[in-house]
Nanobody
């Protein structure tokens, strides 16, 4: 079992930046892709982006494309979400997760493990 822990959330003004981190521990020897989702109050969990096991492939939701960048460290046990030009509508709890197949990265119900989430609040 992989355990995940997000960090880096906070309060930022519109137009600002934040960098979220996701650290994996436990059974990290397996090959897995990592993804970011977010959930605002009263809304469903929404796909933000994902990075492949080898870090060479990324995928983003249209709403964040060009503003957010996902990366993965060389040891593959951490993932980062660099967020620029933040908007109030980006306000949500951000979760990281792991999934075994790239074809599943946009489907939160297919993920095998989740972190506890980190709050991002963007003020106007």
């Amino acid at each position: 079992q992989v355990q995940l822990a997000e960090s880096g959330g906070g309060l930022v003004q519109a137009g600002g930046s934040l960098r979220l981190s996701c650290a994996a521990s436990g059974r990290t020897s397996g090959r897995y892709h990592m993804g970011w989702f977010r959930q605002a109050p009263g809304k469903d969990r929404e796909f933000v982006g994902a990075v492949s096991w080898v870090g060479g492939a990324t995928e983003y939701a249209d709403s964040v494309k060009g503003r957010f960048t996902i990366s993965r460290d060389g040891a593959k046990n951490s993932m980062f979400l660099q967020m620029y030009s933040l908007k109030p509508e980006d306000t949500a709890v951000y979760y990281c997760g792991v999934v075994d197949l790239w074809a599943k990265v946009r489907s939160f119900e297919k993920y095998d493990a989740w972190g506890q989430g980190t709050q991002v609040t963007v003020s106007s």
